[in-house]
């Protein structure tokens, strides 16, 4: 019997034993520190930050147009010039004298021309003597009272009349021809002369100068190098992928800093209409404020603003990813535990995104920071209430 009483006692001592561990169990469970938010309704935008070379919108490579001796070259590089302004000249001495041999030969084609005019009258008055004593002849003929010979002699001399006439307009057609040759080596030469002299062909800076003065140049030799620095423009390449994102005249372009501080906006004004088959990239062009300070051959950091909206979003942080490329993030339960929700993502826009699927979580509160220690039905201690 005392047996008996003994294993009565230890059984109970033992589920004693085991109710004490499971309260003490239950009172170590320990709450997770973590700040909580809801979701914020902000702006959101697609953007891409690249960089872009600055080159100006006028630019040209200036070449002689003649060959000869630079006789006037009165420009250095950094000089200021408008439309319309000397370069610089071509020595013009010989080219004028050339105008004027020109315009003598003009003179003497004319000359000829006029003559070949008088020897065709004259020879159409032949041809009508010609052809009267011919016709008499023939008359003359058929009544026998004139010889076969002479027949034939007048015969011979109104063939000879009408050859006589149609060399005369022959000759005023080589005449013609001629002149009109002249008249192109005339105006070969006044546009030589003109050519001698270069101006500016747009308000420039002069970058680059690559002969001196009284050097003798060929024609289509490199003199000078003109940019329009009043307008500039930020060329830039960017990847295929974003090439029906881009819509010229509509999609914004901010010039920063390099702190990120915008200094101006834009809107794209080219786009290549085709990719680049080996790089997979394709050409964007845009206007650069004139407020922004750059100058030619600098890079620019822009931002291609290619999509903007309002919508409700959450600190990308607060986003944990799961297989299967699934999203998650954790709402707060009244008995303060830890509840997971899947979440769609949209634009990403600095370290805040976009949240799609925001029936299931509005008004919600959700864990943005202290999530990677949290499981699901976890109990919270949110620290920032």
């Known amino acids: 019997m005392k047996k008996l ?38 702006m959101f935008r697609e953007q891409l930050p690249v960089q872009g070379t600055v080159k100006p919108v006028e630019h040209a490579t200036i070449s002689a147009k003649i060959s000869g001796t630079l006789e006037i070259l009165n420009v250095s590089e950094g ?15 010989v080219l004028k004298n050339q105008v004027v041999v020109k315009e003598d030969e003009i003179n003497v084609k ?3 021309l006029k003559s070949a005019e008088l020897q065709l009258k004259t020879e159409e008055i032949s041809l009508q003597q010609a052809k009267r004593d011919y016709e008499r002849a023939l008359t003359l003929s058929r009544s026998n009272a004139l010889s ?16 006589g006439v149609q060399n005369a307009h022959s000759a005023i057609v080589n ?31 002069v970058f680059d100068k690559y002969v001196e003065e009284n050097e003798y140049v060929s024609a289509g030799q490199n003199i000078l ?24 005249g ?57 999509r903007e909206k309002e919508a409700y979003g959450l600190p990308a942080d607060a986003m944990m990813l799961r297989a299967n490329d699934r999203y998650i993030v954790y709402t707060v339960t009244p008995e303060k535990r830890a ?29 943005t920071s202290g999530q990677t220690f949290v499981n699901n039905n976890a109990l919270l201690n949110i620290i920032n209430k």
């Open 148 to 163: 076969q010979s002479n027949l034939e002699t007048t015969e011979t001399a109104y063939k000879k009349a009408q050859m």
């Open 225 to 248: 190098k003109l940019e329009n620095h009043d307008k500039l423009e930020v060329e830039t390449f960017i990847s295929a992928g974003y090439y029906n994102k881009i819509i010229p």
């Open 175 to 205: 005449a013609q021809a001629q002149l009109k040759q002249a008249q192109s080596n005339l105006a070969i030469a006044k546009k030589n002369l003109d050519d001698s002299v270069v101006r500016a062909p747009f308000d420039c800076v």
């Open 110 to 112: 004319e000359a000829a």
């Open 339 to 367: 509840k997971e929700a899947t979440v769609r993502r949209g634009i990403i826009d600095g370290s805040y995104c976009e949240v799609l699927n925001t029936a299931d979580l509005i008004g919600k509160e959700i864990v």
């Open 79 to 93: 000089d200021r010039r408008k439309t319309g302004d000397v370069l610089f000249g071509i020595d013009r001495k």
């Open 5 to 42: 009483y003994f294993c009565a006692g230890l059984a109970c001592l033992m589920l004693l034993s085991v109710s004490c561990n499971k309260k003490t169990a239950k009172a170590k469970e320990r709450s997770i520190r973590v700040n909580v938010q809801k979701m914020e309704k902000r």
């Open 250 to 306: 509509k999609t914004r372009v901010e010039f920063t800093d390099t702190d990120g501080k915008v200094l101006g906006t834009a809107v794209v004004t080219y786009k290549s209409p085709g990719v680049d088959p080996e790089s997979r990239t394709f050409k964007l062009k845009a206007i650069v404020p004139k407020d922004v300070k750059l100058v030619s051959g600098m890079l620019a950091d822009i931002n291609l603003i290619m």
